[in-house]
């Protein structure tokens, strides 16, 4: 590094380069797992919502021994998953844009069902895509499979 002619610099430079790529990698894995944790919340949100709104439904059907909530209403469901994260649907996709207008990420059209027969133990579930862009170049599309759970137990 004491070098004038400059060779002690090129190292220097490497090394710069070098922290900065995996910074950069840092980052781009943080926003990623910063997507699907979010729309895992917001998803396990409008599933909780859900079951709020139908829930004298549920619980008489429940009480009363009949087996009404054997399914679950997905277009509701769907409809309000997309008016709660602000989603338009294209086909089997619900995507989410950012102020510019562009794709931020997408998911699957969730399914939903119970994971138990005659109790209230949801499961939603779909995959989430988020591309992934380095130096301003689209490089990748990261898929990532979630698992939506909710357990409700009636307690005394």
Same mark, same amino acid.
Do not use: W
């Given at each position: 590094?004491? =070098?004038?002619?400059?060779?002690?610099?090129?190292?220097?430079?490497?090394?710069?380069?070098? $922290?900065?790529?995996?910074? +950069?990698?840092?980052?781009?894995? +943080?926003? *990623?797992?910063?997507?699907?944790?979010? @729309?895992e919340r917001n998803a396990k949100t409008v599933l909780e919502s859900y079951v709020m709104k139908n829930s004298?439904?549920?619980?008489? =059907?429940?009480?009363?021994?009949?087996?009404? @909530?054997? *399914?679950?209403?997905?277009?509701?469901?769907?409809?309000?998953? $997309?008016? /709660?994260? &602000?989603?338009?649907?294209?086909?089997?996709?619900?995507?989410?844009?950012? +102020?510019?207008?562009? +794709?931020?990420?997408?998911? @699957? &059209?969730?399914?939903?069902? /119970?994971?138990? %027969?005659? !109790?209230?133990?949801?499961?939603?579930?779909?995959? &989430?895509? $988020?591309?992934?862009?380095?130096?301003?170049?689209?490089?990748?599309? *990261? %898929?990532?499979? %979630? @698992? %939506?759970?909710?357990?409700?137990?009636? !307690? /005394?």
């Amino acid at each position: 590094m004491r =070098s004038k002619r400059g060779e002690g610099y090129i190292q220097v430079c490497v090394l710069i380069i070098v $922290i900065c790529m995996i910074l +950069a990698v840092f980052v781009t894995f +943080a926003g *990623a797992v910063n997507v699907v944790r979010l @729309t895992e919340r917001n998803a396990k949100t409008v599933l909780e919502s859900y079951v709020m709104k139908n829930s004298i439904r549920i619980y008489d =059907s429940i009480k009363q021994g009949t087996n009404e @909530t054997d *399914a679950i209403d997905r277009e509701e469901f769907i409809g309000d998953l $997309i008016a /709660f994260c &602000t989603f338009y649907k294209s086909g089997d996709f619900l995507y989410h844009y950012n +102020a510019d207008g562009e +794709a931020d990420y997408y998911i @699957t &059209t969730p399914q939903v069902e /119970f994971s138990e %027969v005659n !109790k209230l133990r949801l499961i939603v579930k779909y995959e &989430t895509y $988020i591309p992934i862009y380095f130096g301003g170049r689209y490089v990748s599309t *990261a %898929v990532v499979p %979630v @698992t %939506v759970k909710l357990n409700l137990e009636q !307690k /005394f």
